[in-house]
């Protein structure tokens, strides 16, 4: 599917969720107001195609960090990945090169490209659906979906 024809379907919702709000950080590589114990923000932007969606995660490197690294406030940017079929669930981080140039003018609009992009390789990848539910690996009648998928 093209980013054009996703744009199309009845499901596709791009939405800003405070990222603008944090845009001067990402620009300056240093996130001011985050803290090492400090509150990720989650879900700063979401691209939800019927029943998958993708979101951003921002962090910092003293928060993530598998090294101690007190004090460096540099920005992670992620996507994560959420499937609907009750309720919501978490998918998980994607791994994934964010291909968006956060100084440029029309960010938002290569964000909300390269999170079409991101998701569109995972759909297919997995065998995901935009059109119905899906069952993730964290479902807990994920099993139960193969079994009878395999029958």
Known sequence: MTFDEAKKLEGYNFKLNGIERLIDDIRNN?????????????????LEIGYIDIEVNVMTEEQVS???????KTPVIDYFIC??????????????NIQ???????????????????LDEYVKKHGFHYDQPNYGW????????????NK
Do not use: C, T
């Open 30 to 46: 240093y996130m001011k107001d985050m803290y090492e114990d400090g509150e990720r923000y989650i879900g700063v932007a979401v």
């Open 66 to 72: 598998r090294k101690p690294r007190p004090g460096d």
């Open 83 to 96: 499937l609907k079929n009750n309720e919501w669930e978490s998918e998980g981080y994607l791994d994934y």
């Open 100 to 118: 968006v140039d956060w100084n440029a003018d029309n960010w938002k609009e290569q964000l909300e490209k390269d999170m079409f992009q991101a």
């Open 138 to 149: 964290m479902h807990k009648s994920y099993q139960e979906h193969i079994a009878k998928k």
